[in-house]
């Protein structure tokens, strides 16, 4: 299994941007696929995740209002989009497989990470 | 929610030591533990998972151990490559929940 994620992103304060995270080798639609975000210097932050099958994501607290996250069966894909981008949102965005009972839920593979700079 | 709490949070090491890493959870998270290593510019990859499986791939110097609300990671013999940040992460309750890392240095 691979998760090869979209490239760089630079937008301006206000501004959204969509990141996308493609799956290939293995099943898409029922492995939950949650992404993370590494702002510079910092730990990992758990966003969000969803269960393309069932297409119902869920989300932690501090980012449900601005962040979306979707899936697309057909092309075998989920996006994070962020709105109302502020520097605070600069980070690298990781996509991740979780690996479902076999490994106890835990985050395998992984995407190559995305920059987003928000910058005016 | 449940916090994990790594400790420590920086550990200067030397090729061949015994490195260990405590992670904490608020509540118990049975096994529902993994841990990542992460070099620099790279993204993170799965060591350990369920607090003492090693992941398939990962050289058998590495270990976990532990339940409910204390765990470890030891390096029996750190070799070059393991200088890195190290995190753990509790899939037990949402939401999922890492700590803040440790940073294995020379």
């Known amino acids: 299994v691979q998760l090869v994620q979209s490239g760089a992103e630079v937008r301006k304060p206000g501004s959204s941007v969509k990141v996308s995270c493609k799956v290939s080798?293995?099943?898409?639609?029922?492995?939950?696929i949650s992404w993370v975000r590494q702002a510079p210097g910092q730990g990992l932050e758990w966003m969000g995740r969803i269960i393309p099958l069932l297409a119902k994501p869920k989300y932690e607290k501090k980012f449900q209002d601005r962040v979306t996250i979707s899936a697309d069966l057909s092309s075998n894909t989920t996006y994070l989009e962020i709105n109302s981008l502020t520097s605070d949102d600069t980070a690298v965005f990781y996509c991740?497989?979780?690996?479902?009972?076999?490994?106890?839920?835990?985050?395998?593979?992984w995407g190559q990470g995305t920059q987003v700079t928000v910058s005016s | 929610d449940i916090q994990v709490t790594q400790s420590p949070s920086f550990l200067s090491a030397s090729v061949g030591d015994r490195v260990s890493i405590t992670c904490r959870a608020t509540r118990p998270i049975s096994n529902f533990l993994a841990w990542y290593q992460q070099k620099p510019g790279k993204a993170p990859e799965l060591l350990i998972y369920g607090a003492s499986y090693l992941q398939n791939g990962v050289p058998a110097r590495f270990s976990g151990s532990g339940s409910g609300t204390e765990f470890t990671l030891t390096i029996s013999r750190l070799q070059p490559e393991d200088f890195a940040t190290y995190y753990c992460q509790q899939l037990h309750t949402y939401p999922w929940t890492l700590g803040q890392g440790t940073k294995v240095e020379i």
């Open positions: 080798g293995g099943t898409f639609s029922s492995f939950p």
């Open positions: 991740a497989r979780e690996g479902g009972g076999a490994i106890f839920g835990a985050f395998d593979p």
